[in-house]
């Protein structure tokens, strides 16, 4: 295609020329275009060289700083761990109680507990308390072993695990039945004389009171609120609950109900972190 | 000239139209000639607006500098006004408005912010008359890039890149200070005691000033500037740019024996309006994208003209229907001038609007999430709000929450709500949760609203400041 004469002289063509007239004009990009293009190329190479890049056999080159991106995470986790040592050193020396009166320390709590209740508590009690089925609220004022800060802690702690008996071998099926709509109707303040009469005669006051309103010793449910431990209150949920009991291993049925302990997996400091988080769902007492 | 397009070219012909069109991508350098005239003072009177930009920062307001936008700590202070991000709308619109404002002034007049306004064009004409000043006029200019080394020269570059160096110092520290108090710049300048932020935004906008106007000039109008390209869709036939009176001038034709040859037109091929050029575009070829509008070459056509004896303006404010003879479409009739004003008129609306409307407090409510409510053992049911208290004073405040609703009417709210310290210029949030018997909800949903009133027993309560939010109270109805 290149002719040894151009036909076509002082056009500043490359010498390309189809079908006799037709040829490439030769159009370079801006100057400034092709400099920045070499500088580019250079910096290429002087990033190599600065920054970590090259990749050896088992290794890469270090770079002349000696930066590399997980030094840069935990100076930022150091200067993190700075910010939060004051309060952290606070929370060491405090108990739970104090943290909470603490206006400072709950701010913190509330701040920074988040994570540690998501990673630890949310799976079964659900973001922000919500609870889930089968699994209790945190955020509402009914607690089985006590709503306030001591207890709470005690209950993060060394876990809980409440026992019921299954009743379905002791009573018969209609006393069941009988006892179920009396707890229901509890809740909606219905009177039912047969109910109370059963409740006082199988001594289901032993466990959940005289008043049927639970005994936080034992973590007995309160009865007459329209809070339900397992299920959403319906005569079936009750009566299942009353023939199967909880944790009774004598009966295959059994709800099985265990808050376990995590004493051994959390340190003290976080255990009151999270005792503090859990009161101020807006049911501790 | 009068085709504009012709789709029965030749391809001798095509190549012949490539081969005239000479675009410089830099190769070539631009030496303009400084000329007096009209648009030059002009252009120093509309230059003089950057003179608020070096010395703005200077003014003081009360304890703090007049304009100042704080990044650290998110305020922009503008005189009395203080605007948090919370505002930052207001900021959207003023930047709306001025978008708009470069439309309707283009679509009217052209590139008027190009040749009279641009730090580019006005960096580059500061930089240009220090090397006439040190390096004399083109054609000694030319020589001197030409010669060959020697201490003269040397001395000359040196003494030009040096006052070009300083200039560029002076935008850099110039700038940083709109970011951080200017008397403490400075000091620290001289104590070589600068932060790492603002040494690299000097750093970047020293050598950042020192290509761009020393050595790129036109070429970053050309190849960088985007407004250049946007431009040629905001000018129309009905604008009003510096034009070649084509039908005037040509055709063109040298002056034999110091009059016009019979038959050609006015223009003399002199070259002048490409010799001041300050992107070395040849006006008369008609409107280009080189052109930045600055009308420098009618200075220089016209002084050209009254020594020939011959009216001025063979290169004018035209239109291309004016230089063409045609009727002009009237301003009111242009519907770009009616959608550009009605936007104009709108953000400029927002913006009073906002800063008129800014309050001193501001209450912002979260409802939370999760769980949405929850049934508590008296049977009462209760919601958790996150509230947000901005205090834009520049004193720290006290203030008590308070909740009311028109449809409940025993609404319960404990948490912490009395004398709640509202920090100045923050945002401060409490936890406060709201209660009612179940009984009483007859929705799903009901309205509620939260109010904060400062404690402050020396005010009357029209002088206590005040702020409410809407929010909703949710439960379940049975």
Redesign the interface.
Known sequence: MTDKKNP?PG?DNTGHIWDD??RE?N???????MISLWASIAFFFAYGFIYPMYPLITDATAGLTGWTSIGEYKEGLAELDKIRKPFEDKIKKKTSKEILTD?DLSKYV?ASGKVLFGDNCAACH??????GPDYP?L????WLYGGNIETIEQTITNGRKGIMTAHGKMLKEDEIMTLSSYVVGLSNSKKNEAGAKLFQEKACFACHGADAKGMTVLGSA?LT???WRFGNGTIDDVKQTISHGVNDVSDKKTRMAEMPRFKDRLSKDDIKKLAVYVH????GK | MTKITDNNKT??EI?AD??EVH?N???QKIFTKRIAGKFRKLKWLASSIWLLFFFGSYLRWGDRQAVLFDIPNRQFHIFELTILPQDFWILALLLLFFAILLAVVTALAGRVYCGFFCFQTIWTDIFTLIETKIEGNPSQQKKLANASFSFKKFYKLSLKYFLWLIISIFTGISFVAWFYDVYILWSDVFLLNLGTASFTTIALFTVGTFILAGF?RE?TC??LCPYARIQAVMVDKNSIVPSYDVLRGEPRGRLKKGDLVEGNGHCIECKQCIAVCPTGVDIRAGQQEGCIMCALCIDACDEIMQKIGKPTGLIKYDSWEGIMGHDEVPILKRARFWVYNLVLLLSIFGIIYGLSSQDALELKVLH????LY??????SI?N?YTLKILNKKTKDIYVDVRVDSDILKDLKIKG?IKNIKAEAGRVTST?V?VSTD?KNLTQKSTDIKFSIIEVNTKKTATEMMKSFRKSIFLGKVN
């Open positions: 076509f056009e007239n037709l004009l159009n370079p990009p801006p100057r400034w275009w206006k509330e659900g973001t922000g308390g919500a609870g609220i955020a509402d004022d009914d309160n609120d329209g809070i101020m769902f807006g049911g | 391809i001798e190549y490539v081969h675009i991508t830099g190769e790129m070429q050309f190849w939370a999430r999760q769980p929850v049934l508590q053992s008296d049977g209760q958790r912490e936890t949760f179940k």
